[in-house]
């Protein structure tokens, strides 16, 4: 049973669910004070020690389907040799004609009831990234090819089980030899349904807003790509008296919670100096916590006209929040945080367009800048920072590498995702916002400024 486990937990770390050494030691100390044959207690103690939270239990219920019921042998043959089995050695003939390769070698542990280095295999096709070719370009061919090597693989050793398992009328060993060509090809499209199949983590706590309230009748529903010279003007006179309206806002409420509640103790103590009479109450400081801010904004084409305007409202509002780290991006990522601390708002933005090394003619590709944001800038997120993403989420169907948006969620309070396209867009072409929005805390369009007021409140209020 240890054995078992102990391999349960190695195919949940191939797949990319955490599982420590501690808690596998755990889970092997709560299995001994259960029965073991009632399958839903010995799934409860392996879900509650693997699965750390929501999003979790739909990989863990995913893999323990695919490890206890699809790929391991029947209870009975477990008892018997390896070489007793008639599937064994049809895995054995196959794999003597094989290449003999890692990608070999994972497709036959596969099939011989042990997923992990396949589903390894997998985790480095999802996480491949593209090198330039030739002209500084990209694609995501590398990952297809990769794909497309693996299915070929998969193909060819179901047409030679089907070829194992044929048989004459006259041979004695013929049915059992089907029935194990049969397993081993079920088998193989299971892998192949590993391959092939979308999966979606957990994320019915998804807040997508879709509504907005209309502060300003005529400006306040211009597009931003659309905007003229002169609404520009008025829309930034707009922007300045609403950051002095909210600052005020901010700071009442501020004053108002270093005020704190009443602090009981503090107030008997005191009362000491008037005979016990508590004349002087004392209160609790604790001024409320502000939110760091990290912004990655992309600056391509007309998403810029979004990402602009957001970026001048928080900068106008630093003193609401205690830190804002800004990111521009198209290809990779650019630290502007120095620009905006050292120039006014717009002249800030004409620096980003001029002394930055950003490639604003380069393709958009989200998956290497999300890439780069994890190996340069992890350091920033904790558990009290809002990551705030503008863009259109087109990656020029790039690798969209959504498993490292994911590690940016869990290491900070909340994701927003500003999207400057209207929602029926985000299905079309090469966007890849329904992938990416499953990974956020909170996603909504942002194409005007009345959309983007509300969510500046939404995110200060």
Partial sequence: MIDLVTKFAETCRAADLRVSTAELIDCTRQLACIDTSDESQFKTVLRVNFAKSRRDQRTFDRLYQLFFHEIQPDPADRQQDVCDRPEDEAIAEMKAQAAGDDLDQAIFDFLSGKPASFLQAL?????????????????????????????????????????????????PGGPQRRAAARQIEQRIDRARRLLTEETRPYHDGLRQVRTHHQHFENLGERLFSSLTPREIAEMREVIGLLVR???????????????????????????????????????RRRPLRKTR?????????????????????????????????????????????????????????????????IEFGALTDYGAV????????????????????????????????ESLLEEIREKSRRLIWLNPEPEAFWTTGDSEMNTYKAYCHEVRPCRNLNQLIDFIEDLTL
């Fill in 123 to 171: 985790q480095n096709l999802e996480n491949q990234e593209e090198a330039p070719a030739a002209g500084g370009l990209k694609s995501n061919l590398g990952q297809l090819a990769g794909r497309m090597e693996m299915m070929l693989r998969l193909n060819a050793l179901r047409a030679r089980a089907d070829q194992w398992g044929r048989h004459s009328p006259s041979d």
């Fill in 245 to 283: 309206k909210l600052k005020d806002r901010m700071g009442r409420r501020y004053a108002a919670g270093k005020r704190g509640a009443l602090d009981v103790k503090g107030t008997l103590r005191d009362a000491g100096k008037f005979q016990g009479i508590p004349l002087i109450l004392k209160y």
């Fill in 293 to 357: 801010i990290v912004a990655l904004c992309d600056v391509s084409g007309s998403v810029w006209s979004a990402a602009r305007f957001m970026l001048n409202m928080l900068y106008s509002m630093q003193d609401c929040f205690s830190a804002v780290h800004s990111f521009a991006f198209v290809c990779g990522t650019t630290d502007i945080t120095e620009i905006f601390e050292n120039n006014e708002v717009n002249h800030a933005m004409e620096k980003i367009l001029t002394n930055t090394d």
């Fill in 370 to 401: 999300f890439s780069q944001f994890r190996r340069n800038y992890m350091h920033l997120l904790d558990r009290k920072t809002t990551v705030i993403i503008t863009g259109d989420a087109r990656s020029n169907y790039h690798n969209p590498r």
